[in-house]
Structure formats: structure tokens, C-alpha cells
């Protein structure tokens, strides 16, 4: 499975499709992909089978979903979704989906059940077109994300050609209607089922590219195609908080559609470049800064950096190697829809111990050697800092 396809793209359905659409859409498609229905099929048909249905029991699982509908709409792929064919299936039930779009308890009975037809009705709706979608990327700093931003990204997209705007020709006489398809735009083609099942493909007309319209005298400037391409900066809100592989979404400013329909989306894949200092891990920071011997047996200040400038923190006389502080609300805001409040910045301070001492320096040193204050004497705290220190970075 290499790129993954858009969940409405895999179900068939227009992005404002209705729950009942989408519903009927997942329901076709999980008759025709079942994997009982291709239990004599040939391995790499059984293989097909169950690779499309399970690409739109995960598109459906999502879409029929308000909440999780919404964060696609607005964001594309989660992290886990985006990650190879690794879709999480221990998330829901599998069966539970197929009852519910099935409707009672009988019938479709998931895998390995019984199978009804029963209902399986209607066929070629009305599939309303509109323009690809184009997909870019852009590439953010952690303190860009940190604040929100807006960036500008210059794309080539399909608009109307001016000169005929967007009719292919000047003239309107010079349009008929396909021969082919009779205006239609598609052609249905009969196929035999697996068990005999008469049922019909429909596909797009490849005299007229669907466009159920055919130009005798084409516009000179685009060959009569109607559109034109053009690169274009399209100015792109960045919400604070995004992450890498997040998909910000700007409507209209994908392709026109050539048979008239509304234009696709852009769709910004977010990229995170690597910062100088900082580590993250969701809304969290992590730094680690080296002291001295002495900076942490008497303590000092130090600086930090943090993502609006340095930032000055005290480190307490005795402080352990190992020790994590953590800086409340210097971390990254969570996104909207994906979690609440601001994270943190945890700074973790080593202790670099000197390797080379001048004669006097290790005169003083061994003098306090067997002193009580240097042998090892383990608070509850030092331990809770030694016992993390493995975990934590
Ligand atoms: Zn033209
Ligand atoms: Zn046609």
C-alpha cells in the first residue's frame, strides 16, 4: 500500500455528502469487497478483496464518525493513519460497523457469517464531479507552530480558460452532445459476478472524458480542454500547535473541474523542521543542559532556551545529574480537536564532571574525600531522580 488514498475518494462520495451517502456508498462497497463473497476466488483476487474492503471499512469508520469526520476534514490523516497501512483496527469493531450499516443482526454477520443480499438496491447514482485536489507541503519551525502562522505557497492549478471561459470554444454552436454517451458522461458496462450476479461498472466516457459534451472547433488556447494552468501563491492559515503530517486543508484552491463542478481543496501537509536545542514530543519540550560540578553542588542560574527566548532558571544547591525541571506552559498549545491546554518545557540537568585537575585542585579535593558531606546518601528524592533518569529522554 504506497500513498494512501482520500477516505471519500476510496468510498466514492463527495466531501459534503450526506451520513445516509456515505452510509450507502460503505455499504456497496463492503458488498462487492466482503471476503466471503470471494472465498473461491483466486489468492491475489482474495487479496484484492480484502485489501479494498478493508481500505473502506477504515475510510467509513472515520467518516461516519462526526467527531473523527470533522478532524479529517480539517486535518487529513492522523499520525497513526499516515503511517504505512498501519490503520488500528482494535480501535472498533469491525462487525459492529457492518451491523450497523447492515442494519439488524442477521444478514451480513462479519466475517466468515452467512451473507444476504437481500436490499441490495439501485446502483449508479448520481455521482456529482468536482476538481482534483492538489497536494503540497510546507515546512514550519517549532516556534512558527508554536505561535500559529501564515504562509504562502505558490501552486499550479487548472483554472477556466479566459479566452472561451472555460467552454472549450467560442462558439456555442460548435458544442454537441456526445455520441457516445448521449450527454450522459458515462458508459456502464455489464460484468458477471463471482456468483453469476449480473451487475453493471460504470465508467467515465472515454470519448468525452465525461464531460457528456463534445467541441467541433476548440478554443485555440487550450486545445478546447477549457481550463488553463496557472501557478498562483495561495496564502495558507497555519493553527498553532500542528504537527508533522497534519494536513491543513484550503478549499477551492485545488483544480477546477472540467465539466463545470466546484473546484478540489489544497491540502497542506504539515513538515517539521528539526529545531537547534529543542526536542519535542506532542505539546511537550524537552532540553538537557550540561553543569559544573560546582554549579550543581552550590547551585546558580542558568539559561535556557525556550521557544519566545532564553529563559532563566534556578538550579538549587545539591541538585542531581539527572534531574528534570519542569517549566510550566513553555510548551507547544495542543491543536484544536486534538487536545486542550498548552504543554511544557522539561529541562534536564546533567552534571559533567572535570577529567583533568591541576596538583593544588586535587590537593583540596582529597581532603574532603572521606568527609561525610561527599559519601553517597541516597534521599528519597536523589533516588526518585536516579530510578527516572533511565526513563525519561
Ligand atoms: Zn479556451
Ligand atoms: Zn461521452
Given at each position: 500500500?504506497?500513498?494512501?488514498?482520500?477516505?471519500?475518494?476510496?468510498?466514492?462520495?463527495?466531501?459534503?455528502?450526506?451520513?445516509?451517502?456515505?452510509?450507502?456508498?460503505?455499504?456497496?462497497?463492503?458488498?462487492?469487497?466482503?471476503?466471503?463473497?470471494?472465498?473461491?476466488?483466486?489468492?491475489?483476487?482474495?487479496?484484492?478483496?480484502?485489501?479494498?474492503?478493508?481500505?473502506?471499512?477504515?475510510?467509513?469508520?472515520?467518516?461516519?464518525?462526526?467527531?473523527?469526520?470533522?478532524?479529517?476534514?480539517?486535518?487529513?490523516?492522523?499520525?497513526?493513519?499516515?503511517?504505512?497501512?498501519?490503520?488500528?483496527?482494535?480501535?472498533?469493531?469491525?462487525?459492529?460497523?457492518?451491523?450497523?450499516?447492515?442494519?439488524?443482526?442477521?444478514?451480513?454477520?462479519?466475517?466468515?457469517?452467512?451473507?444476504?443480499?437481500?436490499?441490495?438496491?439501485?446502483?449508479?447514482?448520481?455521482?456529482?464531479?468536482?476538481?482534483?485536489?492538489?497536494?503540497?507541503?510546507?515546512?514550519?519551525?517549532?516556534?512558527?507552530?508554536?505561535?500559529?502562522?501564515?504562509?504562502?505557497?505558490?501552486?499550479?492549478?487548472?483554472?477556466?480558460?479566459?479566452?472561451?471561459?472555460?467552454?472549450?470554444?467560442?462558439?456555442?454552436?460548435?458544442?454537441?452532445?456526445?455520441?457516445?454517451?448521449?450527454?450522459?458522461?458515462?458508459?456502464?458496462?455489464?460484468?458477471?459476478?463471482?456468483?453469476?450476479?449480473?451487475?453493471?461498472?460504470?465508467?467515465?466516457?472515454?470519448?468525452?472524458?465525461?464531460?457528456?459534451?463534445?467541441?467541433?472547433?476548440?478554443?485555440?488556447?487550450?486545445?478546447?480542454?477549457?481550463?488553463?494552468?496557472?501557478?498562483?501563491?495561495?496564502?495558507?492559515?497555519?493553527?498553532?500547535?500542528?504537527?508533522?503530517?497534519?494536513?491543513?486543508?484550503?478549499?477551492?484552491?485545488?483544480?477546477?473541474?472540467?465539466?463545470?463542478?466546484?473546484?478540489?481543496?489544497?491540502?497542506?501537509?504539515?513538515?517539521?523542521?528539526?529545531?537547534?536545542?529543542?526536542?519535542?514530543?506532542?505539546?511537550?519540550?524537552?532540553?538537557?543542559k550540561?553543569i559544573?560540578?560546582m554549579d550543581a553542588m552550590l547551585g546558580c542560574e542558568i539559561?535556557?532556551?525556550?521557544?519566545?527566548?532564553?529563559?532563566?532558571i534556578k538550579v538549587e544547591p545539591g541538585t542531581q545529574s539527572g534531574t528534570v525541571q519542569r517549566?510550566?506552559?513553555?510548551?507547544?498549545?495542543?491543536?484544536?480537536?486534538?487536545?486542550?491546554?498548552?504543554?511544557?518545557?522539561?529541562v534536564?540537568l546533567?552534571v559533567?564532571?572535570?577529567?583533568?585537575?591541576?596538583?593544588?585542585?586535587?590537593?583540596?579535593?582529597?581532603?574532603?574525600?572521606?568527609?561525610?558531606?561527599?559519601?553517597?546518601?541516597?534521599s528519597?528524592d536523589d533516588?526518585?531522580v536516579?530510578?527516572?533518569?533511565?526513563?525519561?529522554?
Amino acid at each position: 500500500m504506497a500513498q494512501k488514498r482520500d477516505y471519500y475518494e476510496v468510498l466514492g462520495v463527495s466531501k459534503n455528502a450526506s451520513a445516509e451517502d456515505i452510509k450507502s456508498a460503505y455499504r456497496k462497497l463492503a458488498l462487492k469487497w466482503h471476503p466471503d463473497r470471494w472465498v473461491s476466488g483466486t489468492d491475489a483476487e482474495k487479496k484484492t478483496a480484502e485489501e479494498n474492503f478493508k481500505e473502506a471499512s477504515e475510510a467509513y469508520s472515520v467518516l461516519s464518525d462526526p467527531q473523527k469526520k470533522a478532524r479529517y476534514d480539517q486535518f487529513g490523516f492522523d499520525g497513526d493513519q499516515m503511517g504505512g497501512g498501519g490503520f488500528d483496527f482494535g480501535g472498533f469493531d469491525l462487525n459492529e460497523i457492518l451491523r450497523s450499516v447492515f442494519g439488524g443482526a442477521g444478514g451480513f454477520g462479519g466475517f466468515g457469517g452467512g451473507f444476504d443480499f437481500g436490499g441490495f438496491g439501485g446502483g449508479g447514482g448520481s455521482r456529482s464531479t468536482r476538481g482534483q485536489d492538489i497536494r503540497t507541503r510546507v515546512t514550519l519551525t517549532l516556534e512558527e507552530i508554536a505561535k500559529g502562522c501564515t504562509k504562502t505557497v505558490s501552486i499550479e492549478h487548472n483554472r477556466p480558460c479566459p479566452e472561451c471561459g472555460g467552454k472549450g470554444t467560442k462558439n456555442s454552436s460548435d458544442i454537441k452532445t456526445c455520441p457516445t454517451c448521449h450527454g450522459s458522461g458515462q458508459v456502464r458496462q455489464a460484468v458477471r459476478g463471482i456468483f453469476g450476479m449480473q451487475s453493471f461498472s460504470i465508467s467515465t466516457c472515454p470519448q468525452c472524458g465525461g464531460k457528456g459534451k463534445v467541441v467541433s472547433n476548440p478554443c485555440r488556447r487550450c486545445h478546447g480542454t477549457g481550463l488553463e494552468r496557472i501557478r498562483e501563491d495561495v496564502s495558507v492559515q497555519i493553527p498553532a500547535g500542528v504537527q508533522e503530517g497534519m494536513q491543513i486543508t484550503v478549499p477551492n484552491q485545488g483544480h477546477a473541474d472540467p465539466n463545470g463542478g466546484p473546484n478540489g481543496d489544497l491540502l497542506v501537509v504539515i513538515r517539521e523542521a528539526p529545531h537547534a536545542d529543542l526536542l519535542r514530543d506532542g505539546v511537550n519540550l524537552f532540553y538537557t543542559k550540561v553543569i559544573s560540578v560546582m554549579d550543581a553542588m552550590l547551585g546558580c542560574e542558568i539559561t535556557v532556551p525556550s521557544l519566545d527566548g532564553p529563559y532563566k532558571i534556578k538550579v538549587e544547591p545539591g541538585t542531581q545529574s539527572g534531574t528534570v525541571q519542569r517549566i510550566r506552559g513553555k510548551g507547544l498549545p495542543a491543536v484544536q480537536g486534538y487536545g486542550r491546554g498548552t504543554g511544557d518545557l522539561f529541562v534536564k540537568l546533567m552534571v559533567w564532571v572535570p577529567r583533568k585537575l591541576s596538583r593544588s585542585e586535587r590537593e583540596k579535593l582529597e581532603e574532603m574525600r572521606s568527609s561525610s558531606s561527599f559519601t553517597p546518601d541516597l534521599s528519597r528524592d536523589d533516588r526518585a531522580v536516579f530510578d527516572k533518569t533511565k526513563n525519561i529522554f
